[in-house]
């Protein structure tokens, strides 16, 4: 190809590089590398499994949205009260179509992610500007987003829908949609904090409404009013039927503290939760560099954009009440930034369409090559990880579906997922204590599968059915 045809093909494609659809493609298909891998990546693989295990049950005992339920409940149903489960049924139904497979979770969260992403964009031009919106949704999408929209967790699935939400919103207080807009404002809002609470402090964006002489009264009365219709639905899931199901079946997932014990515990764990702001929001230092001096930025321009700095500061008020809610939770796990991250790349987008151009392109290629850089590990599955896609078929042979197992997977849920049997799941120390696995096989173990991690030896109680160089399963015997 001559130097002339690459110059005439540059100036025929170079308005795809303006055009965020473009990028927003570009990122999506290199998030498909390993979009089929099972939760076997070091990161978070406990919280995956526990999402796949609840649509795994929904697939195989009935897909009752109220009634989620974990195997790794001992003795009891399993039923838990856990975040609406909304992404878990999305997973059952692909399984109903196509037959279950660990990895539907990822994609789901991929596609709705993506389609969120956008939506981010759409509500920042209008708000903002073209130039700002774009930035903003490039260091979105590399941001802890990047890794995260591809797991099997509700977390960035949740604010996606909360971001979709929130365009209607806009549309309908700018009267420019007069059509459905309030309606699709409450379904996807709804489900938004539904699916996982954090997302609500988005919510609150729109207080700013109701300060504004320029959006009509009877507007912001209507979507206040849908909008508490929402929030009442989530906080009667939450705070009525959550905890019925915890008192009714004896499982409970949330530990929620008083305020302050929440503030207690984050005091504790400052550097941890300093950490989630400037490092962990954009897996970049660059990154936070931009969002602070956005901050810098937009404070000068106060009187222009009052607006929206009243609304960021409503957000980081409402999400700062949750940190402390969450207490040691929130600094001691990188996923409870996610509902943030969208505000800080907003500030950190202005910043950027506020400099000169090549600066800014510069700026933007090393925040995506160090943000993706941190993120790479979640692509690939370490070879050492991948016997435990074998577990399951050796459970198949050797231990009954109806019979309930003893593993020593710790608090984590992947091992006995991958068992694919209900039951315990216990840390060896606590399993080799005298009497412990005699009075789990009082309320119904049958089974012993014992993962011979630093060449940990199995306690002898009963006669052995299998073992290899990974686990040593034995029936249990009184």
Known sequence: MTRKKIQDLWSEYKWLLSDIRFWIGVFFMLRLIGIINAPLEMGHNWRQSLTAMIARNFWENGANL?????????????????????????????????????????????????????????????????????????????????????????????????????????????????????????????????????????????????????????????????????????????????PYLVTTYGYELYFPRTMSEGLREIMELWPQLLEKFYFVAFSSFIGFACFITGCFAIFRTRHTLKWHLLGFGIVSIVFGLFIIKTGLVFPLHSYYIVPYVPIMALIAGYFLAHIKPKYATWLMVIISIEAIGNHQDDFFIKQREKYKLNLERITEKYIPKSQRIIINGGPSPQLIYFAHRKGWTEESTVLLQHGHIDSLHHLGATHLIWHRRNNEQPPAVGPTLYQDQYFHIQRITP
């Open 66 to 242: 109220l009634y989620p339920a974990i195997d790794l409940a001992g003795e009891k149903t399993g039923i838990i009260g856990s975040e609406f489960p909304l992404f878990n049924y999305l997973i059952y139904i692909v399984a109903e179509v196509f037959g279950y497979q660990h990895w539907y979770g990822r994609l789901i969260n991929l596609v709705v992610t993506t389609i969120g992403t956008f939506y981010f964009y759409k509500s920042t031009k209008a708000i903002l500007s073209h130039k700002v919106a774009y930035y903003a949704t490039l260091i979105l999408t590399v941001s802890v987003w990047f890794g995260f929209s591809r797991k099997i967790m509700p977390d960035t699935f949740s604010v996606s829908l909360m971001l979709i939400g929130l365009y209607h919103a806009h549309q309908f207080l700018s009267q420019t949609n007069k059509g459905l807009s309030l309606l699709w404002f409450f379904i996807f809002c709804t489900l938004g904090m539904l699916c996982k609470i954090p997302a609500l402090s988005l919510l609150s964006v729109l207080g700013v409404a109701v300060f504004m002489p320029s959006v009509k009264r009877s507007r912001t009365a209507r979507m206040l009013l849908v909008g508490s219709l929402g929030f009442a639905i989530t906080c009667i899931w939450y705070f009525y039927w959550v």
